[in-house]
Structures are given as structure tokens and as C-alpha cells.
């Protein structure tokens, strides 16, 4: 009778040459912003994925679709454009430097809503991936538009995963 060794489990580490990126399309309309972009950085950084190796970018795509549809949580006030306008778009601050002495800028959420509203989705997946070259590559799969479409058919999306959604 032979021995039977019965080792560790052995694990995969996924390589950059292994990797296939899939593509997902949401929509944003009537998510809150936070919930929104947890979910979608984590698509970006691969940790929906069974293989997800921190030092590998193992993420996929995400197309996000009607952006200027996204709302903060908060009381809700009446604005002329926006459905679902909250007293967080009034006291939310994003700032940002020109690099000279006292440059900084402030801007309300509601100017950048009516400016760049994609600007706050990508500002918010922006800072909760990593803070190194390997975020600036996930962060450029992130595509942000204020319509219904976009210019990616070729890639044939996929709907975003139902249990990857926020509670709405």
C-alpha cells in the first residue's frame, strides 16, 4: 500500500499575462453616491473575483451610465434639475490645489453637479482604490458618462452583478 501525502492546499496567483478583464455596464440613477462607489471599486480592484491577487490588476471594467442622476443620502430639498437634490449637495465640499501658495479650491457639490457631475462618482471611486501606480491603472477601467449610452457596445457589457448592487 502506498503513502498518500496529503500537502497544503495549493492556491493560484493570478498573473498580468492570465488576467481577462470582463466589462460592466450600471446605472447610477437614484444610487447614493458612497454605496455606488464602494461597490464599483471593488469590480475595479478584482475582489469579486476568486483569483484576486493584491499585486496583480485582476479588476474589470465598469461603465457607469446617467450620471448626473446620483444622489447623496441626507434630507431631501427641492432644486429646479435634479430629482433628488439633498441638503448634502449644499454643505459638501471638494477641494483642490493649483500648486502655487494658497490655491486652494473649494467647490460645492452642487456647482460640480451642474459642472462635471461625472467628477463626483470618479472622485469618490478615485479615493478608495490604492494610492499607487496600480490605482492609477484601475481607475482609467472606470468610464463615466451622463446619458444612457456609451461608446463600448464592441465590448459587449454585461450588467453589473445583482449582489454587487447597493440596496437601493
Avoid at 68 to 90: E, N
Wanted: glycine share 6%.
Amino acid at each position: 500500500m502506498s503513502a498518500v501525502s496529503i500537502g497544503p492546499a495549493r492556491s493560484t496567483m493570478a498573473r498580468n499575462e492570465t488576467v481577462t478583464h470582463s466589462w460592466f455596464v450600471v446605472d447610477a440613477g437614484g444610487h447614493i453616491v458612497g454605496r455606488l462607489a464602494t461597490q464599483i471599486a471593488t469590480v475595479l480592484m478584482g475582489k469579486h473575483r476568486p483569483d484576486y491577487t493584491p499585486h496583480v490588476d485582476t479588476g474589470d471594467y465598469v461603465v457607469v451610465l446617467n450620471a448626473h442622476l446620483i444622489r447623496f443620502s441626507g434630507k431631501s430639498l427641492a432644486h429646479d434639475t435634479h430629482p433628488q437634490f439633498t441638503q448634502k449637495f449644499l454643505w459638501k465640499q471638494y477641494q483642490r490645489y493649483t500648486g502655487y501658495p494658497s490655491g486652494r479650491k473649494l467647490t460645492s457639490a452642487a456647482t460640480m453637479l451642474e459642472k462635471a457631475p461625472e467628477r463626483i462618482l470618479h472622485e469618490a471611486v478615485r479615493r478608495m482604490l490604492p494610492k499607487n501606480k496600480l490605482g492609477g491603472q484601475m481607475l482609467k477601467k472606470l468610464k463615466i458618462y451622463c446619458s444612457d449610452e456609451h461608446t463600448h457596445q464592441a465590448q459587449n457589457p454585461q450588467p453589473f452583478p445583482e449582489y454587487l448592487l447597493p440596496p437601493a
